[in-house]
């Protein structure tokens, strides 16, 4: 379907394809850069479409080479072919099969999308409309066929060529150095599943028996040589087969599950049918050269990607509205699998902090919009946080709410519901309500309205009455698009404290227990009454972050240091200490000498307190980052401020707890071989966040420990947080240590890229040049996707360097995205959408960001994603 840039799609006009097509056949035949497509449809009038309607395919930069219809070559009246679109004008309405031949040139393909190359291997992503640039199609997720592939290419070139399904055969064709291979994949699938790779490529396998016994090949496939790098993304994909059957009872469906790593990939991974591509930033990983952060990321997208094969795949999208069916849901289902495999508490407190971060950010800015959009310009840019971050948690809530039971209930009826089904959030739904015969239909507000509800909390207690009383209202802030809101259902968790620290059984008005410490607020204005409470109560409310939504309370610092002790929630433990923190942090910001005493006596506690596990106290230890605390200010504001503030308290801490942290850090150092499990990880991270605190005291000897750190280290983890922590201080142990880690890396791109970010996120006027001239580097590249992000993207996110008070940095991201635009535009509108605060800053570096978007707006020929986001930008 052909659309203007400027025009919208709107899920109220949503209207089923008119045609069926049953199966599709290609036969690609690769070259670098003419490579031949001829795709067979089997289409028949959909019985749920509009009767005597022409055919119209999508297209993208394509150009048609020959058509025909049952036959018959087609003549030029018959049809209207474009770069964007074909149309047969007359068809006949039965069945019939359509042959396309088109050609195009992956070689010249930077937006990766449809076929490109990347490290000479051929490979695609489709999703969302990529599958478009490949040949005619109705690229729309509810589209659903079976497809059937046959690749032809050079011997030498391409030897492994894979596409979705099971293996049919391969041969070799005499007489010439060319060979094919031919694949059929029996799930029916929307296009933007289809996945081919052709390339020189190694590979390591392993079987796999599913809980019914069917036998399974799992192989990785990657660059010449990197085998040794996938056996940790290979164990993480037989973790996640097996915890899918047992948690979800979802069972893998095909003989082969095959993932590819390559190196040039506008996102982390796609999840087309049996056929995972990767960049290869979330397979690769050894203890030379990955983090723990590396490896846990590779743990959860590895699972995620696995997961959609349900919640996904075999479960697909009606349209791309619903997006947040298969990515909320697959989030939701990834941190449940880190959250077992790992520590639950740590991996709530890992996930919330990144909710608050950026999605938080998101909902409170122009960019706000809800779980489920009701409009899009270019369906690329709602990949967001809020798409899913907040879609898992408002399954999450689900969960809450119907119990680990019910949620189970719902789950088993989808599966079995909605099984090669295109659904919707609806269908989804219903499938919770039916199975627990529960009305769902005002939780469903959290698909629909956009912003993150705030809540008025007042406690009281009565010693005579013996009662404690919440009166709560909840507010939904306006966002762009909807300015009345209705009252939404918030699941609360909460629990009451005694003096001692102990939990106080949470009893109703009437006497009776509050089943799971939950209360549900659906209405603007509620009050809350629990009985059998003789002394004042410490309040410990939205446990585990039960509602992603914000919380202003009477309850005082004295609860929030009470909490800090003592709270049985291991989340609301930490963030108690993270709201202590931030007190402190925005009162420095504001200019306040006040020393952050609360802060340092939690802290303090919580190291001599032998019941709190390392991963746990890594957490309690790195305090909210810059734009945290700016999103806390929320208007006029100063980032130079925030990070001085920032550092005065990191100072402070250290100073006071100097000893304690020192003892800690030694104990902490292990002389193990490293690791990556979550327990030795938690202990790097605690030593780390030591560290970190030990240098923010300025002493020499700390940025010597620091360098020594740096220089003995045996794993990447270490090496990496020992560098962090000098690049924060302009010392000369920065450069050596700098210098010293581009030497021993400088033909590991991967590895190149870390170094890339630490510069780029260094605290300093120095920083703006530093990037620029780093983009000279022989390992830099503008039009890869990892480096580009881990240079120009990590300086966008650097508060105090890209709000420079002169507009440098703004500049420098607004030329990057308008020389990026035409070469990929996807990354470039990811790039743009570093403003999306722009209107919380102070009047003057306001004025230069605005100044900035409007010369973004004002320059011809922006791509549709870059335009969208640059005019939304202004909402
Ligand atoms: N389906 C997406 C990949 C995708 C994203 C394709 C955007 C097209 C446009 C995939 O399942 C995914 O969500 N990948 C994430 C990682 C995941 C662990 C959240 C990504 O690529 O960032
Ligand atoms: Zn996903």
Redesign the pocket.
């Known amino acids: 379907m052909f659309r203007e840039a400027d025009t919208a799609v709107r899920l109220s006009e949503y209207q089923p394809y008119d045609w069926l097509v049953d199966t599709v056949d290609l036969d690609f035949q690769l070259e670098p850069a003419a490579t031949r497509v001829r795709a067979t449809l089997a289409m028949r009038p959909n019985p749920k479409g509009r009767n005597q309607s022409p055919i119209v395919l999508d297209g993208d930069e394509l150009a048609l080479v020959s058509l025909r219809l049952d036959g018959r070559v087609l003549s030029a009246t018959e049809y209207e072919a474009s770069a964007s679109s074909l149309t047969i004008k007359n068809p006949p309405q039965g069945k019939l099969t359509l042959e396309i031949e088109t050609v195009i040139n992956p070689s010249a393909n930077t937006k990766l999308m449809g076929l490109f190359r990347s490290n000479k291997i051929y490979c695609t992503?489709c999703?969302?409309e990529?599958f478009r640039r490949i040949t005619y199609f109705p690229d729309r997720p509810d589209v659903l066929s079976v497809y059937t592939v046959r690749i032809e290419a050079d011997r030498d070139e391409a030897p492994f060529l894979l596409s979705n399904g099971n293996p049919v055969e391969a041969f070799g064709i005499p007489g010439s150095n060319r060979h094919y291979a031919i694949w059929h994949d029996p799930h029916p699938k929307p296009a933007?599943l289809f996945a081919l790779v052709g390339g020189k490529l190694d590979y390591i396998e392993e079987p796999f028996k599913t809980v019914s016994g069917r036998k399974v090949m799992l192989r990785i496939f990657v660059d010449p040589d990197k085998t040794q790098l996938a056996h940790y993304a290979m164990d993480a994909l037989k973790r996640s087969m097996r915890w899918d059957e047992k948690v979800f009872g979802c069972e893998y469906d095909l003989d082969v599950f095959h993932i590819v790593a390559v190196s040039d990939f506008?996102?982390?991974?796609?999840?087309n049918k049996g056929l995972n591509i990767f960049?290869d930033k979330?397979v690769l990983a050894s203890p030379e050269t990955a983090t723990d952060l590396d490896y846990e990321?590779i743990e959860?997208?590895i699972a995620?990607?696995y997961f959609?094969n349900w919640t996904?795949n075999r479960i697909t999208c009606r349209d791309w509205f619903q997006l947040c069916l298969?990515?909320g849901l697959?989030?939701f289902r990834?941190q449940e699998f880190s959250s077992d495999e790992r520590s639950r508490p740590v991996e709530r407190i890992g996930d919330v902090r990144r909710l608050k971060s950026f999605q938080f950010v998101e909902d409170a800015g122009p960019l706000a919009h809800p779980v489920r959009p009701e409009t899009y310009r270019e369906i690329?840019n709602f990949?967001t946080v809020t798409v899913?971050e907040k879609g898992a948690e408002v399954v999450r809530m689900l969960k809450t709410l119907l119990g680990e039971r019910g949620f189970r209930k719902g789950m088993d009826l989808y599966f079995k519901r909605h099984d090669g089904d295109a659904a919707t959030i609806e269908d989804f739904l219903k499938c919770f309500a039916d199975a627990n015969k529960q009305d769902l239909s005002q939780f469903a507000r959290w698909y629909s309205q956009a912003g993150t509800p705030e809540l008025a909390v007042r406690g009281t207690h009565d010693a005579k009455a013996r009662t404690y009383t919440l009166d709560i209202e909840q507010m939904v802030p306006p966002t762009p698009g909807q300015s009345a809101k209705q009252p939404m259902v918030i699941p609360l968790k909460l629990g009451l404290l005694d003096a001692k620290g102990r939990d106080i059984p949470l009893k109703d008005a009437k006497g009776n227990p509050v089943r799971d410490n939950l209360i549900v607020l659906d209405k603007p204005s509620q009050t809350f009454v629990f009985s059998g409470v003789k002394e004042k109560p410490a309040v410990s409310i939205n446990r585990g972050f039960s509602a992603p939504v914000k919380i202003s309370t009477n309850f005082g610092a004295a609860n929030l240091l009470f909490l800090a002790k003592y709270d049985s929630d291991p989340f609301n433990r930490y963030d108690a200490v993270e709201q202590l923190a931030m007190q402190q942090l925005v009162a420095s910001a504001r200019g306040s000498n006040e020393p952050p005493a609360a802060l340092i006596e939690a802290l303090d506690n919580a190291l001599d307190n032998s019941k709190l596990d390392d991963a746990f106290l890594a957490q309690l230890f790195s305090l909210p980052d810059e734009s945290d605390i700016a999103q806390q200010i929320g208007k006029n504001i100063d980032p130079d401020a925030i990070l001085v503030a920032r550092r005065k308290i990191k100072h402070d801490i250290g100073m006071a707890l100097k000893e304690k942290l020192v003892a800690r850090y030694q104990k902490l150092t292990s002389h193990r071989r490293y690791s990556p499990d979550a327990k030795s990880a938690g202990q790097r991270a605690l030593r780390n966040a030591c560290l970190d605190l030990l240098a923010a005291t300025g002493d020499t000897a700390e940025h010597k420990r620091a360098f020594t750190q740096f220089e003995h280290a045996d794993n990447m983890t270490d090496r990496m947080a020992a560098l962090a922590v000098l690049a924060q201080y302009a010392i000369p142990e920065r450069e050596t240590a700098l210098a010293a880690f581009e030497q021993r890396y400088r033909n590991d791109p991967l590895v190149l890229d870390k170094w890339f970010a630490v510069q780029a996120r260094i605290p300093e006027s120095g920083t703006l040049d530093r990037v620029e001239a780093l983009t000279k580097h022989p390992a830099f590249s503008m039009t890869n996707p990892n480096r580009m992000r881990s240079l120009i993207g990590v300086f966008a996110a650097n508060p105090s360097q890209f709000n420079r008070a002169d507009g440098k940095g703004y500049a420098l991201i607004a030329d990057t995205v308008l020389g990026l635009d035409s070469k990929n535009p996807?990354v470039a509108a990811r790039l743009l959408s570093a403003f999306k605060s722009w209107r919380t800053l102070e009047p003057g570096r306001r004025a230069l960001a605005e100044k900035e978007l409007n010369r973004i707006a004002q320059t011809p020929g922006l791509s549709p994603d870059v335009a969208d986001i640059v005019s939304r930008s202004f909402a």
């Open positions: 992503q999703e969302a990529g933007y506008n996102m982390g991974a796609m999840e960049n979330y990321n959860a997208i995620h990607e959609h996904g298969k990515e697959t989030v990834d690329n990949y899913y996807q």
